[in-house]
């Protein structure tokens, strides 16, 4: 039976596509470093549901082992490949810079080479909406040029793409890159700004809210995401030769290749945001109003009007219902 492999499988949105295609029927290989970026304890109890169900497989190392990753594509019949490992965090990537160099990237190339020489039908990798960097034109586009990264995890994930392309072009691996945008839900990362947030209204204690507040983003709930994801894997790119050398496009490619943003296409300001968090937790915050940080961006808003062509692709989860489920989960799992 034909495998799939999901990188990062003990993280955020890596543990819910594992769960979703297992409750398919997939057969999934899942491979994860319980790196110590965030509490491995929560690592832990996503792996642990994982390894309930069954025809899942788990295999714990680095990516930039490339005997370890030989190993595998030797060992397993991959039909697709889903690459959701990262070192993540715009801010984190200030302060530890050679990680993300070394998680983003040299993780990386085990993986495309493994692609090549196993004949895998599809290869997707998880980008960012981070990419767009200093573009102020919004909607985001994956039309739009990328080339003005201003944060250096930015920077990896769009050398990451360039990576990905340059493999399709060479070896027409079909690949699809997913820029995701702010993910948020149960089972989430403690150090994202919605995570901290809910414990630290809980706590009564006061939150950092950056540029004074002035900011939106485009939340999207995590089911929405897998969906997208799920709906993305069915269809790898084809090669297109016909396509002509001027004006490219930098979604796409005459290679098997594609650029896919996955939001909901609805920025929320910031200060409502934390409002509506305020409302399911019953209480007030107190908002310690910052300046901008370095890295950072004013607003992200996708465009996602491609994959609603292409797939089908449409976002069901307002950021109330999300966030009053994120709530839920939160008081249960940590038995507040």
């Not at 799939?4 to 470093?33: M, P, Q, W, Y």
């Not at 491609?306 to 999300?322: I, W, Y």
Request: proline fraction near 5%.
């Amino acid at each position: 039976m034909k495998h799939i492999l999901v990188t990062g499988v003990c993280g955020f949105i890596g543990f819910h596509l594992a769960k979703r295609l297992l409750s398919e029927g997939a057969v999934i290989v899942g491979i994860d470093n319980l790196n110590p970026y965030y509490e491995v304890t929560l690592k832990e109890r996503r792996l642990s549901l994982l390894r309930e169900k069954r025809g899942f497989f788990f295999i714990r190392g680095d990516l930039a082992d490339r005997v370890l990753v030989e190993d595998l594509f030797s060992k397993y019949d991959f039909s697709t490949v889903v690459h959701l490992a990262a070192q993540a965090g715009v801010r984190h990537s200030i302060i530890e810079p050679y990680s993300f160099l070394e998680s983003n990237l040299s993780g990386l190339f085990p993986l495309l080479e493994g692609c090549r020489n196993n004949r895998v039908r599809h290869f997707l990798f998880a980008s960012s909406s981070s990419v767009y960097g200093a573009n102020s034109t919004v909607p985001f586009s994956e039309h739009h040029a990328v080339d003005h990264p201003v944060s250096l995890y930015a920077a990896t994930k769009r050398a990451g793409e360039l990576l990905a392309h340059s493999y399709s072009s060479l070896y027409a691996i079909p690949t699809t890159g997913l820029r995701f945008f702010t993910v948020y839900g149960p089972w989430g990362r403690p150090d994202m700004a919605y995570y901290r947030f809910t414990r630290l209204i809980h706590e009564g204690a006061p939150i950092d809210v950056y540029n004074y507040g002035k900011m939106r983003r485009d939340f999207t709930y995590i089911d929405d995401i897998i969906e997208g994801v799920v709906r993305i894997m069915k269809k790898p790119p084809k090669t297109d030769p016909s396509r002509p050398g001027k004006n490219l496009d930098p979604a796409s490619s005459a290679a098997p290749f594609r650029i896919y943003n996955i939001g909901r296409g609805e920025p929320v300001e910031l200060l409502r945001f934390i409002e509506i968090i305020e409302e399911e937790l019953g209480k007030k915050a107190q908002k310690n109003l910052l300046p901008m940080q370095k890295g950072d961006v004013v607003e992200t808003y996708a465009d996602i009007s491609d994959l609603k062509r292409e797939t089908g692709f449409l976002p069901k989860t307002t950021v109330e219902e999300g966030l009053r489920r994120f709530v839920m989960w939160y008081r249960e799992y940590h038995r507040v």
